[in-house]
């Protein structure tokens, strides 16, 4: 077994990293990372072995076992996956009966209580309370998703850190900029980093 460690079920759109030290040596699907695992155990079995979930940022426990055909296999996702026996969802039986017309736009109608210059506000809007209303929405949850993403890729990096950097110069000062949000101190702060681990350290926390 190499890096014993929790791992997360949840697809990994961002595909896995494998590390030799401090130098990666695999980056793409779980197969060629374990592969690229199975080959470099075989030619430094003392060096540090890991593989990150490029999605989360944790260490995916790899069986490295057996040949390289046997490892590669053991992490292939199936050719077909599931969707090719999922159901198509059932027609929308009252979009059927009413045919031809206007189509059915989802809009519910319910009670609003706003102050007065609220909705003094609201009606000098283009498009009335309405269309502005939604806009606000909208841009809310776009802010909101926004904040979350940027969340979750803070936490990603800082799993990789903590896992592969931790004894590297400048790893406290790393995080907190990380936590910041401050990309410039955080890519001041790992300048000495190994490349490999500075690179992907960014890409996970900030991105491209």
């Known amino acids: 077994m ?15 990293s494998g590390f030799e030290g401090h130098s990666r040596i695999a980056s793409g699907s779980l197969a060629d990372c374990a592969a690229a695992i199975h080959r ?25 076992r057996g040949t390289a055909d046997e490892v590669r296999a053991r992490y292939e ?5 599931a969707a090719s026996t999922a159901t198509p969802p059932a027609p929308d039986e009252a979009g ?17 209580t706003l102050l007065p210059r609220h909705w003094e506000w609201l009606a000098e809007q283009p ?11 909208e841009a809310a949850r776009r802010a909101g998703r926004d904040a979350h993403d940027r969340r979750r890729a803070h936490d990603r990096a800082y799993r990789f850190m903590a896992a592969i ?7 406290e000062e790393a995080i907190r900029a990380l936590f910041a949000n401050d990309r ?14 500075r690179t992907h350290a960014l890409q996970l926390g900030f991105g491209a």
């Open 2 to 16: 190499i890096s014993p460690a929790s791992h997360s079920n949840a697809a990994a759109p961002l595909g896995y």
């Open 40 to 64: 470099a155990q075989s030619r430094a079995p003392t060096q540090a072995l890991l593989v990150f979930d490029d999605d989360t940022g944790q260490v995916v426990d790899i069986d490295a």
């Open 77 to 81: 996702r199936p050719a077909t996956e």
């Open 96 to 112: 059927a009966a009413r045919g031809r017309g206007r189509p059915r736009l989802g809009v519910v109608a319910r009670e609003v």
């Open 127 to 137: 498009g009335g309370a309405s269309v502005a209303l939604r806009k606000l929405v």
């Open 165 to 171: 950097a931790g004894n590297l110069p400048g790893y």
């Open 184 to 197: 410039d101190g955080f890519s001041e702060r790992v300048a000495g980093w190994p490349g490999d681990v």
